[in-house]
């Protein structure tokens, strides 16, 4: 009988003490975080990308490399296989003419919150928990408030009060517990945390639990499967907690060591707000993890992460594949958003605008070559961000024209 | 060789007129639109079902009955494959254990106008049109400028001052010129009409030219390749303009004309808010057409259509398929739209919630049966709508909350 799933053990990514697999855990002993680990021999022997290839449309297909066990506990809306999209128009515009980006804005919940989300809470309601909490910028909470939703669990979201709007209603709609906390996303988690021993609630946060990586990680298996199980040069990814950057790396590994694709990785990039860049002062640096950024803001609301738990796996994921970590402003980022909308019709959130920035960052360095194939992870829709994005002075415009 | 399409003529939906289908056309001479038609034996003979497992999960999969010539011709921002999610919370609670969505709402620009877009904006700039015009009630409008950003297409759109803010900024962020209106969007066609005769732009009004239509009924090929090449009972979409009722109606006979489904065909519903509801007062008349609606009014913006110009083939679908009209309240469409987030985690828009509060009503009235097996077209994303749904009352109890 074949697995469903070859998930073999959880291993710490710091201190590599193995644990079993088969019930909940947080975070190791040691304070880091777990990864899973899955028998790739057995994946190796009874799956074949080729396989894959009629598989329905969503991050499910890679369930043998996924923690679920059964079909039949697979919490899903429909997540995944998000387009990776050539930008002509854009890419001549930076001197990239190989530019693509990964577009996750269609996602449920219009971020790629959902992956994690919908694996992290699959395997919460398989491994008999009930109640979730964690705290969020506001886009994860979003996500994990509507998948527990989904699978009837409850769910208890703490989130800084200058969050997104749209995402506190989003999260009240679906039935979640919301608290508002004055305050960072740090702060934001130090109630979780008083929420989770006062309540006996399973501590979501990022990092603080194993699986919602693992659905993370499945935007590095459709980059490799939608260019032909092969990598591109070199992957821009926004950073705030640093999963999905984390999340590919990991999979690019588990790829090589399945023969899937060849010896070659792409750079990973991991692109921070200015005004809140910890990993950027760490790479520069040339340490082995972050400290944390005193009075962080940002307009790209989702990265304003000052002092990231998985700090050190990010930086791993940068120096071993020889790629970088930089800054954008915030204007630098929005013009580069206005810049999307205008030559591709893509309406990308702040974030994915900061890794148009610092494409053409890059470039201008010298760091890109005409000649490199990049993608772009666009990590949510900018319908998420009505105040932000396309809007200022385009009010204005609109309202002083005529009525035809 | 084979044809990526195998589009043969048009022909007029009244009174059958066939044209070339290789030069742009907007309505038939009698006033009517033009619908596209295929070789369909041609069809038949070089592709099948099977052949359509492995291919992109994208509307473009279908492209032999697709009007774009050329695969080079495709203009895409990744559109097509929504999810069908079964609904099993909400279907217990409605009283129909079989209900199922397809959801829209991960679609670029957040609706189901991108398929529309998708295909007339490709095939408009395959016939050598430089330059689009249209009225619209905010999210075709939306759409269609993405598409023509893609494509490099020159865009002119006019909406209704209360059409939804943020289909206003997402117009002029893709570059569009904007035009508001006052009035309904019949005046916003009154004033493309001047704008279309003055300045020698084609009017890609609802039906007002062939191939939206041909995208919209890419939802219906969907469902059934599905639901496994088979057709649910029931089908309750949305209808302002009621392009996708009538393409999935189109759709499912062609699909029947190709053998790829049985003879039974889904009953097509279409669901009206009270405030605006043309079609349903003519299907209860037992009328073939409809007339337009006084002071039409209702918080679902995106279906104040009080005169449809394919009013009669909409009403066609539905005698055809032995479905039905229905009009919903406002109030009973917000409450199922937050049916559906509390208990399935989908933020679905205000026209989307009409179609479970039709579910709701149609099953008090026994028109729906237990056993049957119900598809509800969830047009687009919650998120386009920040200002309705999920808001309210619930923006002041997290207000009032404390900090934790």
Redesign the interface.
């Given at each position: 009988m074949t697995s469903f799933s070859h998930l073999s053990h959880l291993e710490c990514a710091r201190c590599a003490t193995t644990v079993d697999a088969g019930v909940a855990h947080g975070l190791c002993d040691c304070g880091a975080p777990l990864l899973s680990r899955y028998d790739l021999d057995a994946v190796r022997a009874t799956v074949s990308p080729t396989d894959l290839?009629?598989r329905a449309?969503?991050l499910w297909r890679y369930h043998e490399l996924l923690p679920v066990s059964a079909p039949e506990s697979v919490v899903?809306?429909?997540e995944g296989?998000?387009?990776?999209?050539a930008l002509p128009?854009l890419g001549t515009h930076l001197g990239l003419p190989r530019l693509l980006m990964k577009?996750e804005?269609?996602?449920?919940?219009?971020t790629f919150k959902a992956r994690g989300a919908a694996t992290g809470v699959s395997r919460a309601k398989e491994l008999g928990i009930d109640a979730i909490a964690m705290p969020t910028n506001g886009n994860a909470g979003a996500a994990w408030?509507?998948?527990?939703?989904?699978a009837?669990l409850r769910c208890h979201i703490?989130m800084p009060a200058q969050a997104p709007?749209?995402t506190?209603?989003?999260c009240?709609?679906?039935?979640a517990d919301?608290?508002?906390?004055?305050g960072l996303i740090g702060d934001a988690g130090a109630?979780?945390a008083?929420?989770v021993s006062a309540g006996g609630w399973f501590d979501a946060g990022t990092l603080k639990e194993p699986y919602r990586l693992e659905g993370k990680k499945t935007m590095g298996y459709e980059i490799a499967e939608q260019l032909g199980w092969r990598v591109p040069d070199v992957i821009i990814y926004p950073t705030g907690g640093g999963v999905g950057i984390i999340g590919i790396h990991k999979a690019l590994l588990e790829l090589q060591a399945l023969g899937w694709i060849g010896d070659k990785l792409p750079r990973l990039v991991a692109v921070q707000a200015a005004g809140c860049a910890p990993i950027v002062r760490a790479f520069e640096a040339g340490a082995r993890s972050s400290e944390p950024w005193a009075d962080a803001h940002t307009v790209a609301f989702g990265i304003t992460v000052p002092h990231a738990l998985g700090d050190f796996l990010v930086l791993q994921a940068i120096y071993h594949t020889g790629g970088c970590a930089i800054a954008v402003s915030d204007d630098e980022l929005l013009a580069a958003s206005?810049d999307a909308?205008?030559?591709?019709?893509?309406?990308i959130c702040p974030e994915g605008g900061a890794t148009v920035a610092a494409a053409r960052l890059l470039r201008e360095q010298g760091w890109l070559a005409e000649s490199d194939e990049v993608v772009l992870l666009n990590t949510g829709?900018?319908?998420?961000y009505?105040e932000t994005?396309?809007?200022q002075d385009?009010?204005d415009?609109?309202?002083s024209?005529t009525?035809?």
């Amino acid at each position: 009988m074949t697995s469903f799933s070859h998930l073999s053990h959880l291993e710490c990514a710091r201190c590599a003490t193995t644990v079993d697999a088969g019930v909940a855990h947080g975070l190791c002993d040691c304070g880091a975080p777990l990864l899973s680990r899955y028998d790739l021999d057995a994946v190796r022997a009874t799956v074949s990308p080729t396989d894959l290839a009629d598989r329905a449309a969503s991050l499910w297909r890679y369930h043998e490399l996924l923690p679920v066990s059964a079909p039949e506990s697979v919490v899903s809306l429909g997540e995944g296989l998000t387009p990776l999209l050539a930008l002509p128009r854009l890419g001549t515009h930076l001197g990239l003419p190989r530019l693509l980006m990964k577009d996750e804005g269609g996602l449920p919940t219009g971020t790629f919150k959902a992956r994690g989300a919908a694996t992290g809470v699959s395997r919460a309601k398989e491994l008999g928990i009930d109640a979730i909490a964690m705290p969020t910028n506001g886009n994860a909470g979003a996500a994990w408030a509507a998948y527990c939703a989904r699978a009837g669990l409850r769910c208890h979201i703490a989130m800084p009060a200058q969050a997104p709007e749209i995402t506190k209603r989003e999260c009240t709609g679906f039935g979640a517990d919301l608290r508002i906390v004055d305050g960072l996303i740090g702060d934001a988690g130090a109630a979780v945390a008083a929420m989770v021993s006062a309540g006996g609630w399973f501590d979501a946060g990022t990092l603080k639990e194993p699986y919602r990586l693992e659905g993370k990680k499945t935007m590095g298996y459709e980059i490799a499967e939608q260019l032909g199980w092969r990598v591109p040069d070199v992957i821009i990814y926004p950073t705030g907690g640093g999963v999905g950057i984390i999340g590919i790396h990991k999979a690019l590994l588990e790829l090589q060591a399945l023969g899937w694709i060849g010896d070659k990785l792409p750079r990973l990039v991991a692109v921070q707000a200015a005004g809140c860049a910890p990993i950027v002062r760490a790479f520069e640096a040339g340490a082995r993890s972050s400290e944390p950024w005193a009075d962080a803001h940002t307009v790209a609301f989702g990265i304003t992460v000052p002092h990231a738990l998985g700090d050190f796996l990010v930086l791993q994921a940068i120096y071993h594949t020889g790629g970088c970590a930089i800054a954008v402003s915030d204007d630098e980022l929005l013009a580069a958003s206005a810049d999307a909308a205008r030559l591709e019709g893509t309406f990308i959130c702040p974030e994915g605008g900061a890794t148009v920035a610092a494409a053409r960052l890059l470039r201008e360095q010298g760091w890109l070559a005409e000649s490199d194939e990049v993608v772009l992870l666009n990590t949510g829709s900018g319908l998420k961000y009505p105040e932000t994005l396309a809007g200022q002075d385009v009010r204005d415009a609109v309202r002083s024209r005529t009525s035809a």
